[in-house]
């Protein structure tokens, strides 16, 4: 019988502290060995001249989230494991849904259902719309229970947004608990009178999305959202910043040591305002929140990536097919753009988009590639060191990267749901030709082979990078966490 499972030769490793030639050996879906020579293994893969890399790990994505009158949204979570493999990525955390008036229980255990039928490894966000006693006091806590380890909270969006109260209230709660909150950090009520104002003069159209919520919102949010967070001792990562501005309110704050992280996205370095600017209609196909933003804007977002002030970049895959009753024209092609629905696709296109527009382009580092795609996000979320990392011990989770390949982005690559990508046309150097997820290899040159059902769940315990530092103001400190 073969000592391994596996063997993964001749490739350079990318650990993200270094690259090394080495090979890797595999035994019932972990890393058992690297080496320079792993001769005795059941399969092999030839790995000469191209990159070694950890699956990516998504810890931002919107897949087959249940609507409250019924349905899903479009990607369904076999469609969004085939374009996960296409694009090298093989874990991913996204969000329980939970709707005013309900409860978080029942979705909870719905989702569970609908992730049990993809191929991906995930774990979940719980998002709080709605506060109530009985669903912060009784059913949070049996979610966080079940291995939920992070809340999620909008500052903005009707009918997600919460009030500072009970933005406080989800805070304390998580604290209580051992949970990190996410943030989606936009000011609710500004974003409102601009489009209202917007819309009195006759600005309509899609660009004007990035006229409604320009970065002043997102800083003032961003500002708001950490100095409460501040205020009780609770640690929080600020989602998808678009803009220095924003960024440098999360380095203020890193800088007095406040347990704040920061993420962005691929749309923030590659798409514009401009985009949605297009003739017609076109421009919806670049609509999210909060808006890509210049050209100019793109260097500063890079810079705070090379400070670490943004250490995790995710894909914010929240997908609206262009056509469709589902998807941006749900309201007419004529909607004004505050009836469009936001969010673009993103799955497959994370890695090689911020592979080429940083590695390839001298932005970043190969280590530094590693680090945001997959690395920090599994750390962050509480998933290494099985996930993010390619160690002994670790889940053989790897994409094998053909840095000099240049390829065309076209929707057909992406394997997703959708009927469009905002990045159609775009030429990428880097790309993944094969992705193996816990040593089977799920997606070779294009092609993904893994079954339907073959994903994991992640159930996330308590662990020391969320934990509060103990720091309040005066010292007092109404509600202790559990165990101090």
């Known amino acids: 019988m073969a000592d391994y499972d596996l063997a993964v030769r001749g490739g350079q490793v990318a650990t993200g502290f270094g690259t090394v030639r080495c090979d890797i050996g595999v035994k019932d879906g972990r890393i058992v060995a690297l080496a320079e020579r792993i001769a005795d293994a059941a399969r092999v893969i030839e790995a000469g001249g191209l990159l070694v890399l950890p699956g990516g790990v998504d810890s931002h994505c919107h897949i087959e989230e249940p609507q409250p009158g019924g349905g899903a949204n479009e990607e369904s979570f076999a469609t969004a494991s085939a374009a996960a493999f296409a694009g090298g990525t093989t874990s991913v955390v996204c969000f329980i849904p939970q709707w005013k008036g309900h409860g978080v229980w029942d979705r909870y255990v719905d989702y569970r259902a609908r992730a049990a039928k993809g191929m991906l490894d995930h774990s979940f966000h719980q998002i709080i719309s709605d506060p109530t006693d009985a669903v912060m006091d009784d059913e949070v806590p049996r979610v966080v229970a079940e291995g939920v380890r992070s809340l999620k909270v909008f500052l903005t969006y009707e009918p997600l ?40 003069h006759g600005m309509t159209a899609p660009k004007y999305h990035a006229w ?3 970065p002043v919102v997102e800083r ?9 967070a501040e205020l009780v001792d609770q640690p929080i990562q600020v989602f998808h910043v678009s803009c220095a501005e924003a960024a440098e309110e999360i380095a203020r704050a890193q800088a007095r040591g406040v347990k704040v992280w920061g993420e962005t ?19 919806a196909k670049f609509m999210c929140s909060p808006a890509p933003r210049s050209q100019e ?6 810079e705070m990536i090379r400070r670490g002030t943004l250490d995790v970049i995710s894909s914010d895959h929240c997908a609206f097919s262009y056509e469709g009753d589902k998807g941006k024209r749900q309201n007419g092609a004529d909607a004004v753009f505050r009836d469009i629905p936001n969010g673009i696709p993103g799955f497959a296109a994370r890695l090689p988009v911020i592979f080429s527009e940083g590695v390839s382009k001298g932005r970043i580092t190969l280590d530094d590639f590693v680090r945001l795609t997959s690395t920090n996000p599994a750390r962050l979320m509480g998933l290494a060191p099985r996930k993010g990392m390619i160690a002994v011990g670790a889940d053989a989770d790897l994409a094998l990267w053909d840095p000099r390949k240049k390829v065309t982005i076209t929707n057909a690559l992406m394997q997703h749901a959708i009927d469009y990508t905002p990045y159609e046309g775009l030429e990428v150097t880097g790309w993944p030709v094969a992705t193996i997820r816990r040593g089977d290899v799920v997606m070779r040159d294009g092609k993904v082979q893994a079954e339907p059902g073959t994903g994991r769940f992640l159930p996330r315990a308590p662990y020391d990078l969320i934990r509060p530092r103990g720091v309040v103001p005066d010292g007092f400190d109404p509600a202790p966490p559990a165990g101090r």
């Not at 003032?220 to 409460?228: N, V």
Request: charged content about 25%; glycine content about 4%.
């Open 161 to 200: 947004h919460l009030s500072d109260a009970q933005y406080l209230r989800v805070l304390t709660k998580a604290r209580e608990l051992g949970c990190l909150v996410t943030v989606h950090c936009e000011n609710y009520d500004a974003i409102n009178w601009r489009t209202a104002e917007l819309l009195k």
């Open 212 to 214: 409604a919520r320009p």
């Open 220 to 228: 003032e949010a961003t500002h708001r959202a950490i100095a409460l």
């Open 265 to 283: 996205c691929p749309q923030y370095v590659a798409l514009t305002a401009a985009d949605m600017d297009r003739p017609g209609f076109e421009g």
């Open 297 to 302: 804007e793109h260097a500063r977002i890079w």
